[in-house]
């Protein structure tokens, strides 16, 4: 079954830290695909916070220095390490992956992506 399963998540206080995962089950990731990471706020609209594309990776201004992404290929798995929360990162966050084009410099383009994560809620508590 293809599918990415998200792990991660929970309650942190502001200024602390915490590490999602984003894991492949039925098909690779490696270089093949694109992975982004997109968030949704209560009453906001989904925003794309990062993205990778073979190397490069993007980031919103919003968690630029504070976010990092990384990925695993031998475990088929990327992270995203949430630094420095704030209340304003609370959202309910989803992995995704989808073909390297839709992984731009000016974010990842959501419509280009094809496999979703069923997503993690980060509440930061102030």
């Known amino acids: 079954q293809v599918q990415l399963v998200q792990s991660g998540g929970g309650l942190v206080q502001s200024g602390g830290s915490l590490r999602l995962s984003c894991t492949a089950s039925?098909?690779?990731?490696?270089?093949?695909?694109?992975v982004a990471w997109f968030r949704q706020a209560p009453g906001k609209a989904r925003e794309g916070v990062s993205c990778?594309?073979?190397?490069?990776?993007y980031y919103a201004d919003s968690v630029k220095g504070r976010f990092t992404l990384s990925r695993d290929n031998a475990k088929n798995t990327v992270y995203l390490q949430l630094n420095s929360v704030k209340p304003d990162d609370t959202a309910v966050y989803y992995c995704?992956?989808?073909?390297?084009?839709?992984?731009?410099?000016?974010?990842?383009?959501?419509?280009?992506?094809?496999?979703w994560g069923r997503g993690t809620q980060v509440t930061v508590s102030s």
């Open positions: 995704a992956a989808g073909n390297n084009y839709y992984c731009s410099d000016n974010g990842p383009i959501e419509s280009g992506y094809d496999y």
């Open positions: 039925g098909f690779t990731l490696g270089n093949y695909y694109a």
């Open positions: 990778i594309s073979y190397d490069d990776i």
